[in-house]
């Protein structure tokens, strides 16, 4: 063997190991300059589709975005006041379920999660109550989910199309081609992920599915896939279910549950998921997409048990870990939730939430030279978009240290960074009504409402004021809305009885 | 109470009537009322045990297309047209609302707000019926258009047939009692069929439109027509029947055995005992009726009654307190009217003896011997079937009243002479008759001379032959008669003696030539009357090879003519070869024309989705554009929507036309598919 024979690859062979090794740029280089030289090339043109398309690839199964007009102009949903429990729409409010206190919630009216997901956002109020709330660069949800992809992936393909499109969807005989089993999933998946053109894709899988001869589960999957897009959300049901009988994946059985939990069917989810997870015992996909279901129908028990048996499959699963060190935080066990994050930053991931997460868990267990550290490290390194998150818990600890006059700094500077942060806006009104500011607090209470109506700490705090200030009547519309956020809070039902009282004796 | 107590009914019982004694006088007693504050879609509405150790609940259809559960604030959305609904024990101790649209069966868990299952069905679903049908296991059998569906509790398809129409009402009863369950459905084709398993077992033919079906006890189940009549059949016979002219909303089976309770569209409910049809206690709700029915409180049985309007009224049953007072009141009266008819009859008689000869004279008497008779007449050149009235010794017709089921429109024809001078002694009333069925023409001819101011009233019945629309061509008239290409070959057997017999009574046909029938081999050529003129018939017997050809043209009317054949001569089992080259070549292009059109559609509905998905989008915009008090934006958005709704709405507009067209497709592919 000597080392100095080296082999050059040249020609379709070099740009096939470009593309197994990865190197999507350089291979879709080689295949275009081959394409020139042979412009009727069917190995090469499939490369190249293939090339494009993996490199706007997004994991259908984890993208839930679901835009307002989803939200709101819904129609498929069968019952939009089920029982609760059973909808995410109405998640259990009895004593184990949703506690703002104990447990804050997102600005969508969610409780919070350990990690960040799209889907969790509540149908509350009316459209135009969604529409007015503030939507920041940062907060904003997107008009309707294919908008919102569309305009990523437009971008997308600029970016690497230099020559104009590669494929004119619109002289192309897809009839042809999609029946050509030798072409059209490299076909179907440039369409779908690159062009994103789903009417054209949802053909070709169409055609290709007949060509099959109604057999394939690999077309039905994609056939499902386009209408879950399309949002004709019954006929991807129909065509998963098809594909199970023909073959059980991991992959339709994760489809299926992701269609149910968008008609608004968590029972029915779930039931997919222990479906999945009979053919195949522990895996990861189902036990997770169980876990989020529970979780958000308040069920936090059940979810941690299931983010448990993730860990006990997959023990570097960060979602699976941050759950569970969420749930551990808030539920008074800051020491145990300590362990759940170092054990995150053992795998490698350092980012500034983290070792603000850690800084916080060590606060609430009193290791005060741990937790100075790790904030510091976490406001060094943090990025713009999570610093008002970071100064806002900057201003917790010094609250828990006693120092209010830097809390109220620290506030005013998470409010520079994000003007909306409702919390923020909340915590510096007390401070500012401490100090006897009545009105300054009041207007930020206010503003704290407006940016987030469902939040209930605005809504309490400002009918503390109001009570106060003896304006009755607003008192008792704003503890009405904050109890639609924590239904048992019981100061909340004082101040409700105290007022009727007064109401009474008029 | 309302008005029209009795609505002018004719009861009708056959003579084995059992005519139990049953002492039981129960009247209904009003329970409870309240409102749903809705419009309930009609026919849509049922009890079911929603959650686990529940209660039965009523749930309707509002016509919004809405699904309402009394006392819960949901409503259930369904995006397809429902057109029925039903309850299904397939939870856990509770029952799972199914519910048919015009696309697909849905079954679902309103306990865990999950869907079951959700099945397509073509043409949708007109009505269902839960339980066990012969060996089967417990399914829900939905009756869609000419075909029935069997879905288990897993949504799996365990039972499917064909039938030649719509269904409109099914149930499940022991028809024969065998001991087995069979299916029972009605159609808008008059008729009521029977499966047995899934093979056909008999047609029972009525006399319009048949609108509800109950079971009612081992071997007996009622039946309900469009006309407003009611009735039972127990072991393949019909028991009793009872005309009215108000319309059925419901009937169904109550307290065990024994009593039919019946709902009537106008407002009417009333108790009747099963085996006779006698009414048994009344009450009445003030507006129209869309449903009702029957569910079990505790151990009452409750009827409720829903209107039209949302209102609801329930009904108990407790033994009548004051019903044997009722019952002598009523004897009295029976009995005074019949006194009072003899009595009318008498004092004719004693008018007779008293009057003098040339009174007599002066009253135009008819002959005692005048007789009338009635007889079917064809005439050759218009290709016509009519009733020839005939009266002898020329005594002028001066009206004829004809009573047939379902042959004229309103059942009864009256034929009176333009003007009196115009009255004959002989007279054809045409019959012009769309359907193969057998008829009993009841006729009453009022014979009188012009000047007379009484008339005699002679009555007269004949059987229409099932297949009257032919007739023996005659040789003058060869030139209608068009040969047809499609034809059933039957074997002779030793069973057929005389086919003559059959065509005595099936066809109307002259005794003697009748005869000519059970000769040696021989074709026989028969014309098509009104409205069948161009669809001639021909039977081609050849004795030596025994068997026995029918040419024609129509599919039904073949299928019809065997069944008929088979069930006079009594054959079980019998090997036919059919022909009908014409209807195989439409379907074959009706199938070969499906296939795109499925595709095309398909590919319409996503067009027509992304299209809403934009509107969608844009009404939310426009919404953003007003919150931010950004007008001339607002004013941009909408117009834009006001283009792009246009576009979704052509679009859905082009997929329901070619929605129809497959409709009308498929269709015509199961008539032809389903010969008997």
């Known amino acids: 063997m000597s080392d100095d024979v080296s082999v050059e690859f040249s020609g379709f062979i070099k740009a096939f190991r470009l593309f197994r090794n990865n190197r999507l740029s350089e291979a879709e280089a080689v295949c275009t300059a081959l394409l020139r030289k042979n412009p009727l090339d069917q190995a090469t043109w499939a490369l190249k589709l293939q090339c494009l398309s993996d490199s706007t690839y997004v994991d259908e199964l984890e993208n839930e975005d679901v835009g307002l007009a989803e939200t709101f102009l819904e129609q498929n949903v069968i019952a939009p006041n089920a029982r609760p429990g059973t909808s995410f729409q109405r998640p259990k409010t009895t004593s184990k379920g949703v506690n703002p206190i104990l447990r804050p919630s997102t600005n969508a009216g969610r409780p919070i999660t350990g990690v960040v997901r799209p889907q969790s956002s509540f149908k509350s109020g009316s459209m135009e109550q969604a529409v007015r709330t503030a939507r920041t660069a940062k907060t ?105 009988q023909q073959k059980q994946l991991i992959e339709t059985f994760a489809f299926l549950a992701k269609a149910y939990n968008r008609v608004d069917q968590p029972m029915a989810a779930l039931k997919t998921y222990s479906q999945g997870l009979e053919v195949f015992p522990e895996d990861v996909t189902m036990l997770t997409g169980m876990a989020r279901v529970q979780e958000a129908l308040g069920e936090y028990e059940l979810s941690v048990d299931l983010y448990k048996k993730v860990l006990d499959a997959q023990s570097n699963n960060i979602e699976a870990i941050a759950c569970v060190a969420t749930t551990y935080y808030y539920g008074g066990k800051p020491e145990i939730a300590l362990r759940y994050y170092r054990r995150i930053l053992q795998m490698g991931v350092s980012s500034a939430e983290l070792f603000m997460n850690i800084g916080l868990c060590c606060l609430a267990a009193q290791q005060f030279d741990f937790a100075l550290s790790s904030i510091m490290r976490a406001q060094a390194t943090m990025t713009e978009d999570v610093a008002a998150d970071i100064w806002y818990n900057i201003g917790q600890a010094m609250v828990d240290v006693g120092d209010l006059y830097s809390a109220s700094r620290a506030y005013r500077i998470a409010l520079s960074h994000d003007p909306d942060h409702s919390e923020s806006l909340v915590n510096l009104g007390i401070l500012q009504h401490r100090e006897g500011k009545t009105e300054e607090a009041r207007s930020l209470f206010s503003s704290a409402i407006s940016k987030n109506p469902t939040m209930f700490e605005g809504n309490f705090n400002l009918a503390l004021v109001c009570l106060h200030q003896g304006k009755y009547h607003e008192c008792r519309k704003l503890v009405e809305k904050a109890l639609i956020a924590f239904p048992d809070h019981e100061h909340c039902k004082k101040i409700l009885n105290t007022i009727k009282v007064l109401y009474e004796s008029i | 109470m309302d008005g029209d107590q009795t609505p002018e009914e004719q009861i009708e019982i056959s003579e084995n009537d059992p005519m139990e004694n049953l002492e039981a006088n129960v009247e209904l007693v009003s329970a409870f009322a309240y409102s749903l504050d809705q419009r309930v879609m009609e026919g849509c509405v049922i009890t079911a045990i929603l959650e686990p150790k529940g209660h039965e609940t009523l749930v309707a259809v509002s016509v919004t297309n809405k699904i309402i559960i009394k006392d819960t604030e949901t409503s259930l959305h369904i995006t397809e047209t429902i057109r029925c609904i039903a309850a299904a024990p397939f939870g856990e101790g509770y029952d799972c609302i199914v519910i048919g649209t015009d696309a697909s069966v849905i079954c679902y868990d309103v306990h865990n707000n999950l869907t079951v299952f959700r099945n397509d069905v073509p043409d949708g679903v007109n009505c269902f019926t839960y339980g066990k049908l012969g060996e089967l296991d417990e399914a829900m059998y939905c009756g869609g258009n000419c075909s029935i569906w069997g879905f288990d509790k897993s949504g799996a398809n365990t039972y499917w047939t064909v039938t030649g129409d719509q269904v409109t009402t099914m149930c499940l009863s022991d028809y024969d009692g065998d001991g087995e369950t069979e299916l029972i459905i009605g159609s808008p084709d008059f008729e009521i069929r029977v499966f047995k398993n899934d093979l056909m077992r008999t047609e029972l033919m009525e006399t319009d439109e048949i609108t509800s079906l109950a079971h009612v006890s081992p071997g007996c189940f009622a039946y309900s027509l469009n006309n407003g009549t009611i009735g039972t ?127 007599k004279d002066r009253d135009f008497r008819i002959p005692a011997d005048t007789e009338v008779s009635i007889l079917f007449a064809v005439n050759g050149e218009s290709q016509l079937l009519s009733l020839r009235v005939e009266a002898s010794n020329n005594i002028p017709i001066r009206g004829v009243l004809i009573f047939a089921e379902g042959l004229f429109e309103g059942e009864s024809y009256i034929w009176i002479p333009p003007n009196e001078h115009q009255s004959r002694s002989t007279i054809d009333i045409p019959l012009v008759i769309d359907k193969d069925a057998s008829n009993d023409l009841h006729t009453k001819v009022f014979l009188g001379h012009v000047d007379s101011n009484k008339l005699i009233v002679m009555e007269n019945t004949r059987i229409l032959p099932r297949f009257c629309r032919f007739t023996l061509i005659k040789p003058e008239y060869e030139k209608y008669f068009y040969m047809p290409t499609s034809f059933v070959q039957l074997p002779i057997n030793n069973k057929v003696v005389k086919i003559s017999e059959w065509v005595k009574e099936s066809f109307t046909i002259d005794s003697q030539l009748a005869d000519t029938f059970d000769e040696e081999d021989g074709e026989f050529r028969f014309m098509g009357l009104q409205p069948k003129q161009e669809k001639s018939l021909m039977f081609q017997f050849n004795h030596s090879e025994k068997f026995f050809k029918i040419y024609h043209d129509s599919i039904e009317t073949m299928g019809a003519m065997i069944q008929s054949y088979a069930s006079f001569f009594q054959i079980q089992n019998m090997d036919c070869v059919a022909h009908f080259p014409d209807v195989f070549k439409e379907a074959d292009a009706i199938l070969e024309e499906i296939d795109p059109m499925t595709e095309v559609r398909d590919r319409l509905t996503a067009e027509l989705q992304e299209r809403q998905g934009a509107v969608k989008e844009i009404i939310i915009r426009a919404e953003d554009a007003i919150a931010i008090d950004n007008i001339p934006e607002a004013r941009k958005f909408y117009i834009r929507l006001k283009a792009n709704d246009a576009a979704a709405r052509q679009a859905a507009q082009l997929r329901w036309v070619l929605r129809e067209f497959s409709a009308n497709f498929t269709l015509a592919a199961h008539r032809i598919s389903c010969p008997e």
């Open chain 1, 140 to 244: 904003a949800r997107a008009v309707s989910s294919t908008s919102a992809r569309n305009m990523r992936l437009g971008t997308a393909s600029m970016a690497s199309g230099g020559d104009g499109e590669f494929v004119n969807l619109a002289r192309l005989n897809i009839d042809k081609y999609a029946a050509d089993p030798q072409v059209n999933r490299q076909l179907f998946e440039y369409v779908f992920y690159y062009v994103n053109d789903i009417r054209i894709a949802h053909q070709i899988a169409g055609v290709a599915t007949k060509s099959a001869g109604y057999e394939d589960h690999f077309w039905k999957n994609q056939l499902a896939k386009c209408y879950l897009r399309l949002g004709m959300l019954q006929d991807a049901t129909k065509q998963l279910i098809s594909s199970l």
């Open chain 2, 233 to 359: 059949y127990v072991l393949k016979e019909r028991q009793w029947r009872i005309k009215s002219k108000s319309n059925v909303a419901k009937i169904f089976n109550f307290e065990e055995q024994g009593l039919l309770v019946v709902v009537w569209k106008q407002g009417k409910i009333d108790i009747r005992f099963a085996h006779n049809g006698e009414v048994l206690s009344r009450d009445s709700v003030s507006s129209t009726v869309a449903s009702a029915t029957v569910s079990k409180k505790g151990d009452d049985q409750v009827i409720t009654v829903v209107c039209a309007d949302g209102k609801v009224r329930g009904f108990t049953v407790q033994k009548a307190q004051s019903g044997a007072i009722d019952k002598t009141q009523q004897l009295i009266r029976e009995f005074g009217q019949k006194k009072h008819n003899l009595m009318m009859e008498l004092s004719n008689y004693e008018q007779e003896e008293q009057l003098t000869e040339l009174e």
